[in-house]
Nanobody, 117 residues
Framework: QVQLVESGGGLVQSGGSLRLSCVAS??????????MGWYRQAPGKQRESVAR???????NYADSVKGRFTISRDNAKMTIYLQMNSLKPEDTAVYFC?????????WGQGTQVTVSS
């Protein structure tokens, strides 16, 4: 069983920054070889992919966050990060981490990000 715990969300003004963290634990000896991703779900909308990072560090971003968000990973800490700069009200959502591709039983509680205008 794998547990993914997100943290770092909060309330921030438009233009501000936040850094999200996702720590993996459990039977995850293969973390080093797993692609990971950040996803978000805004009220009334479907969950969407925000950023992905491969096992070797290649990254990919949704068009809506390119140039503003940066995904990274620390394999020794079994942690992935999402640095979010120049936040906009439309970034308001619950942010989740999961593997890439997603695994249904790995979803955690997420962390709420609210951007005020």
């Amino acid at each position: 069983q794998v547990q993914l715990v997100e943290s770092g969300g909060g309330l921030v003004q438009s233009g501000g920054s936040l850094r999200l963290s996702c720590v993996a634990s459990g039977s995850i000896s293969s973390f080093y070889f797993m692609g990971m991703g950040w996803y978000r779900q805004a009220p009334g909308k479907q969950r969407e992919s925000v950023a992905r990072i491969s096992s070797v560090g290649s990254t990919n971003y949704a068009d809506s966050v390119k140039g503003r968000f940066t995904i990274s990973r620390d394999n020794a800490k079994m942690t992935i990060y999402l640095q979010m700069n120049s936040l906009k009200p439309e970034d308001t959502a619950v942010y989740f981490c999961n593997t890439d591709p997603q695994r249904a039983n790995y979803w955690g509680q997420g962390t709420q990000v609210t951007v005020s205008s």
